[in-house]
């Protein structure tokens, strides 16, 4: 009996322990699979609030400060270049001579001219008297009216002789005239092209010459650019030596057709009253401003793509979860991107951290700008 009852208590002890043990490991693992749901699988982002606002637009291009009217200056007539008489950044006036070419063939031909003229009007002068003598014998009958028609007929072509002889002499003494470049207008020689010395072509530029008067601008511009006026109409075009140094333009010309090596526009901007600082092939800054426009301003780290499209990560606040949204962006400035539609005033936009979402995540907004 008293076996029995020590044999029936190590039974009740035994279950109890297993029944024990069994509850302590089904509360852990209750314990493990709670804790794991309440683990917070979202991804920390750092995000800012957009707003919505008018943004002063304002475009910079550097261009060159130069002459309205400026050109290229030639011989017209090929040769050794004898003499220079003119540098870089000389002022001339209108007709002064520039530079000469070697004249030894053109005084050669001159003198050939001379000399058949001489030659051509001797001979008039002996077919004038051979006419007035044969018109005498043909009153006595003396001569027949053929031979005074062939003697007719030889003055009329000595004359023509004396004519072209004079026309020769005209055209070499012009071709000595071609010898010079002169210059055309009063202005500034910006540019030589040639040597003393040196063989030249006609027609082959020597020097370039800035004409005084009106000064403009020309920059290369992207046609983006191009579609809209500046407000007032007004450039600010600033030295680049030295930037205290500025004054006001207005667009006075854009060509019609794009430059198809660089995709760019030609802009001539006119300057009415330039600084004497501003020296002619200058570069020189032009800025532009835009009406304003209500844009978002962003940092670049808070873009992405979608597609082919650019896009941004928008944070739903009531989910925290992450979508990838379409945006226009208006254009690009130092560190910041400005978008032009595609958000409003309120929505939360990922600006770190975007590379690492995935479309449906959640996500933990730290507010506040990058770093």
């Not at 000595?176 to 530029?205: C, F, K, M, S, W």
């Not at 800025?287 to 301003?297: G, I, K, N, Q, T």
Request: net charge negative; charged share 20%; proline share 4%.
């Amino acid at each position: 009996m008293k076996y029995l009852f020590k044999r029936n208590s190590l039974q009740w002890i035994l279950t109890f322990a297993v029944l024990l043990t069994s509850g302590v490991l089904l509360t852990s693992t209750g314990c493990r699979e709670k804790s794991a749901l309440d683990v917070d699988r979202s991804l920390p982002v750092r995000a800012t609030t957009v707003t919505v606002g008018p943004h002063i637009r304002r475009a910079s291009l550097t261009g060159e400060f130069r002459a309205r009217y400026q050109s290229d200056l030639a011989f017209r007539l090929g040769g050794r270049i004898a003499s220079r008489n003119v540098d870089v950044g000389d002022h001339v006036a209108a007709g002064d001579v520039l530079a000469v070419l070697d004249t030894q063939e053109q005084k050669a031909d001159i003198e050939a001219a001379k000399a058949t003229l001489r030659s051509a009007e001797a001979t008039l002068k002996q077919a004038s008297s051979n006419v007035s003598r044969i018109e005498r014998l043909v009153t006595t009958q003396a001569a027949s009216q053929q031979e005074f028609d062939d003697a007719q007929a030889a003055f009329l072509t000595a004359q023509g002789s004396v004519d072209i002889g004079k026309s020769n002499i005209l055209t070499a003494e012009g071709r000595l005239a071609y010898t010079e470049i002169r210059a055309d207008a009063p202005g500034i020689i910006i540019a030589r092209l040639a040597e003393a010395g040196q063989v030249v072509n006609a027609a082959q530029a020597v020097f370039t010459l800035a004409y005084d008067g009106e000064r403009e601008a020309v920059f290369d511009v992207f046609q983006t650019h191009v579609a809209e006026k500046p407000v007032d109409g007004q450039i600010e075009i600033i030295l680049v030596s030295n930037p205290s140094i500025q004054t006001l333009g207005s667009v006075r010309e854009i060509a019609p057709a794009i430059d198809e090596t660089n995709g760019t526009v030609r802009v001539k901007v006119g300057i009415s009253s330039p600084p004497p600082q501003m020296s002619l092939g200058s570069p020189v800054i032009g800025v532009a401003r835009f009406p304003s426009r209500d844009l978002v301003e962003l940092p670049w780290t808070a873009m992405s793509r979608q597609g082919d499209e650019p896009a941004v990560w928008v944070i739903d606040p009531v989910t925290s979860t992450a979508s990838s949204r379409v945006v226009m962006v208006e254009r690009f400035i130092s560190g910041k991107i400005l978008i032009g539609g595609g958000l409003s005033t309120g929505d939360v936009v990922v600006t770190n951290g975007a590379q690492l979402i995935r479309p449906g995540q959640r996500v933990t907004a730290i507010m506040g700008e990058v770093e």
